[in-house]
């Protein structure tokens, strides 16, 4: 930031540490943990596009890959104003976690991603990754250095691979997948050279053994967030760089309310659309609509809201927006506070014609009745139409 004529000042406390997931259920949160956050003042003479430089910043900040800090608060503030313009919270959880909890769900390419890392020390890798039903494929293959030797024209050694990957996908766990198969794949050969079956834990833990879809269609809020981060953030190197777009659920009557927030404000149009797309077909019980919000994070109001319903849904009655569980240790976290004006998100367009109806209504009927307790006009009983009245 000093090409930009930017100071900065840094310094860090203690604070609880809660989910270090991309998606956060709001509703049942584990007791926190501790760990600290970062805080950084950044002072200029004029305050810098949040578009421009919020996503570097967030970057270059994980890249760092700070061992024990939870997030990172990046304060801009103009020199000489006695508050900061605009502030940024920076995820710090480590890509590691982010890779083991989407592998933990089921997800092929973290899954293959993790196993690559273990894999490295015997030089091998794995290929091709494939979950068919409820069995995950991997082909394993010599590290491309290797696989140009001549002495190497054998497929990896299965007595080195097998434990590594079995021992790594037990310890993952991942949702609703039984089994694996192996494949030692010999370079420049279609055929491997040796198959291994293995049992995973999925197979025999009743917790583990149903797909993540299986649970979301079942109201699972942990699945449902899960892949709801994993549609949202398809590209997974830029999650891993930025921390992604990171999702918090609050079920609050019969509406899911979902906050958005990423290092660039997520667009309303695809995120909102694409999540109450993916909704719809769940048929979730006693859920009868989305509310979607989406911000910058560390903001603290949401920049857009978007909401669809999925049954028809006739109220009227002002209701708060939720709140997102904001605490001091949740910097920017929605709250809405109750003297200020609501934001209706769960109105529909049908729902406004018909509040519309009943308020021109409304103020027909106190036009009539004026006129006819004016004497200027009359009454009829057949059509409750009003005549005006004739002097004598």
């Known amino acids: 930031l000093s090409k930009v004529g930017v100071r900065v000042r840094v310094k860090l406390r203690s604070l ?42 967030t970057q270059q900040l994980r890249e760092l ?51 690559n890392k273990a894999l490295a020390d015997v030089r091998v890798g794995i290929s091709t990754a494939m979950l068919k039903q409820a069995t995950l494929h991997l082909t394993c293959s010599w590290l491309p250095s290797v696989a140009r030797r001549a002495d190497t024209q054998v497929a990896p050694s299965l007595e080195s691979v097998r434990p590594i990957i079995a021992q790594c996908l037990d310890r993952l766990g991942p949702q609703g997948i039984h089994h694996a198969v192996l494949y030692g794949q010999v370079p420049n050969q279609s055929d491997p050279g040796w198959l291994e079956w293995l049992n995973l834990p999925g197979l025999t ?78 048929r979730l019980s006693n859920i009868r609509g989305v509310r979607v919000y989406g911000r910058r994070a560390g903001q603290k109001r949401p920049q857009w809201s978007y909401g669809r319903d999925f049954v028809r849904r006739p109220r009227f009655v002002p209701e708060a927006s939720p709140d997102f569980a904001a605490t001091e240790a949740l910097v920017g976290d929605l709250i809405m506070p109750s003297d200020e004006s609501v934001l209706r998100p769960d109105l529909t367009p049908d729902d406004l014609k018909n509040r519309w109806r009943e308020s021109w209504s409304a103020i027909a009927q106190t036009i009539r009745t004026g006129l006819v307790k004016s004497q200027l006009l009359t009454a009829t009983a057949e059509t409750n139409a009003i005549v005006l009245m004739r002097s004598p």
């Open 205 to 282: 833990h009743t917790a583990l053994c149903e797909t993540p879809m299986t649970l979301a269609r079942r109201g699972d809020l942990d699945a449902i967030a899960s892949l709801l981060s994993r549609l949202l953030n398809p590209d997974l190197d830029q999650q891993l760089a930025t921390g992604g777009i990171r999702l918090k659920i609050l079920p609050k009557e019969d509406l899911l309310h979902i906050m958005c927030d990423a290092a660039i404000c997520p667009d309303q149009q695809q995120v909102g659309g694409a999540i109450a797309k993916f909704l719809k077909p769940l």
């Open 16 to 57: 609880p540490y809660e989910n270090p997931t991309a998606a956060v259920v709001s509703s049942h949160q584990a007791a926190p943990a501790i760990a600290k956050r970062l805080w950084i003042t950044c002072e200029a003479r004029y305050s810098p596009d949040p578009s421009l430089v919020s996503e570097p910043v």
């Open 65 to 115: 890959e700070l061992d024990g800090f939870r997030d990172a608060i990046v304060l801009v503030q103009v020199q000489g104003e006695p508050t900061p313009d605009w502030l940024l919270r920076v995820d710090l959880t480590p890509s590691h976690e982010i890779l083991n909890e989407r592998a933990r769900w089921g997800d092929v390419d973290a899954i293959a991603r993790v196993l």
